[in-house]
């Protein structure tokens, strides 16, 4: 079996296979990164809350039986044949899933690599500790630039980091804190966490201006223009980048193009080649973009392989549910659960602030890493 991305979803796809097969399954886990970092240790990394070295895991590290990891960049994928050319190999798979992710593209937004920063990367996390230290007044604009995008409560969290930051530093009555974001409302499937982000905006002098992109930053003027052709000044600028399908999958044929992701059945997550899975943000099920639904997609597929192996019964379907930390500063995390595909609309319940919350959310980080790469030996 070949497994392309080891991200949220390629890493718990690989760890349930292993743990159900040990040795007897043969996968091979291909990467071209040589670390995992969650996307949510980016906020860490950006406001100095944790060190770089401290939230990169290293793939050397997996120690699951029957897994090879490699890395190396993907150059092409043969959906009909499920053959994937690679800058060290090519491999032939029985089975073949995809989860390569959503890849970033700054330079889409004009302006915004000469005159902005952008914090979902982790080299743009790790440069903005610098910015953010530099940052002494005036406006700090955190700025959605595309549609769909990666964790949709991360720019509110980020806010709610910020105005934490700069009153620590004691510049905050200095500063003015915007967030612009495509959606009516912070979190649109949950009106209950909606309105208790709304409520803390309100309480900490924070702007939500709604329904908006940002489209292009002018750096000469320092000025965002946003979809309406308004005008907004700022002195520091956090972009959420255009996010895109990866040029190979495109290639592929798997998507239809940069914009349109891989259209699955939305019950099994098999594409229409059999045998070639696509788990994660690359696909087009109809969840948000966020690691639980990777996980949750990476658990169905793992069942059906599973199944397929063993000549079990089929799964049960992939229901788009999942759970999210939302980072409310204050040393609080609040959540909610986010189902997506069981009604004819997506629902969001939510759970207050709280500490226990903040343990929460450490421990789903540290329990997926001793599972995804195991125990090294003694
Ligand atoms: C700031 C921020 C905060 C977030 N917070 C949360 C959160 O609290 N909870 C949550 O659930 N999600 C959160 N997310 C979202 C989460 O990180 C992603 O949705 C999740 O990682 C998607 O999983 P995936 O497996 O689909 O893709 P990814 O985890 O992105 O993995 C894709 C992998 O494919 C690799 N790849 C891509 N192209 C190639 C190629 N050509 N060759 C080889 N390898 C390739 C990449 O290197 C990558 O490792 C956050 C994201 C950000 C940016």
């Keep these: 079996m070949v497994l392309l991305g ?86 032939e798979a029985d089975v073949l899933v995809v989860a390569l992710g959503a890849d970033l593209d700054p330079s889409a937004t004009p302006g915004l690599v000469e005159g902005g920063n952008e914090f979902y990367t982790v080299a743009g996390a790790f440069e903005l500790r610098e910015v953010l230290a530099r940052f002494e007044r005036g406006a700090a604009i955190i700025g959605v630039t595309g549609k769909s995008f990666k964790c949709p409560p991360a720019p509110s969290e980020a806010a709610l980091l910020l105005h934490d930051y700069l009153t620590a530093r004691g510049r905050r009555e200095e500063a003015e804190i915007s967030l612009v974001m495509p959606f009516g409302t912070p979190i649109p499937p949950s009106p209950d966490t909606s309105q208790a982000i709304l409520a803390a905006f309100a309480e900490r002098g924070i702007r939500f201006v709604k329904d908006s992109l940002v489209k292009a930053l002018d750096p000469a003027r320092k000025v965002a223009v946003l979809s309406d052709g308004t005008e907004m000044p700022y002195d520091l600028f956090l972009g959420v980048p255009v996010h895109r399908v990866p040029q190979v999958v495109v290639e592929s044929g798997l998507a239809p193009d940069a914009y349109g992701c891989v259209p699955v059945n939305k019950k099994t997550l098999e594409t229409k080649f059999p045998g070639v899975y696509a788990v994660g943000d690359v696909n087009g099920v109809g969840t948000a973009k966020a690691g639980v639904f990777a996980e949750g997609a990476a658990r169905v597929v793992a069942a059906a392989i599973i199944a397929q192996l063993r000549g079990g019964p089929s799964p049960e379907a992939y229901k788009g549910a999942g759970a999210c930390y939302v980072e409310f500063g204050h040393g609080q995390v609040g959540r909610v659960d986010v189902d997506f595909l069981s009604g004819p609309k997506p629902t969001g319940t939510f759970q207050e602030p709280s500490e226990a919350l903040l343990a929460e959310k450490a421990n789903f980080g540290s329990s997926r890493i001793q599972r995804w790469f195991g125990q090294p030996p003694p």
């Design 6 to 91: 080891a991200g949220f979803g390629g890493l718990e796809l690989t760890a349930i296979l292993s743990d159900a097969f040990g040795d007897a399954i043969d996968i091979v886990l291909i990467d071209r990164c040589d670390v995992f970092v969650f996307g949510f240790s980016k906020l860490d990394v950006m406001f100095g809350r944790r060190m770089l070295a401290d939230v990169r895991h290293r793939y050397s590290d997996i120690v699951k039986p029957g897994v090879r990891f490699l890395q190396s960049r993907v150059r092409s994928i043969n959906p009909a044949t499920r053959r994937v050319v690679t800058d060290d190999g090519t491999f």
